[in-house]
């Protein structure tokens, strides 16, 4: 017969009642104050991340015009401006990622 709390071995069975912390609107509230002083910094995590979203969409964007009109009509400067700019795109999207990933950690190291 099993009890609560109990299992095999390291494996522990429990009530996942027993996890949940009680979630009060005062708790939100206090959390949030820890948040506040860095709310210029979360706007622009917030914004990195946007941009990045939507850098995103670009490169199958240009590939499509690569292979629609640069390749079927030969047109080297078209392929080598598109490429470029798939190259570019590329870039700025993981320099952006970089920032996002610093500022996440900033923001993280300054509210503990």
């Known amino acids: 017969m099993m009890h609560r709390g ?11 009642n027993l996890l949940r912390p009680t979630v009060t609107k005062t708790m939100l509230l206090r959390i949030l104050n820890y948040f506040t002083p860095y709310w210029k910094q979360i706007l622009i995590v917030f914004l990195a991340v946007s941009v990045t979203s ?25 392929l080598t401006q598109l490429a470029f700019a798939s190259f570019g795109v590329t870039v ?10 610093y500022l996440n950690s900033w923001i993280a190291n300054h509210i503990i």
């Open 54 to 78: 939507v850098l995103g969409l670009v490169p199958p964007f240009l590939i499509k015009m690569i292979v629609d009109q640069a390749l079927p009509q030969k047109n080297l400067l078209l």
């Open 92 to 101: 700025a999207t993981g320099l952006i990622s970089v920032g996002e990933s």
């Open 6 to 16: 109990m299992g095999f071995g390291r494996m522990r069975f429990m009530d996942e």
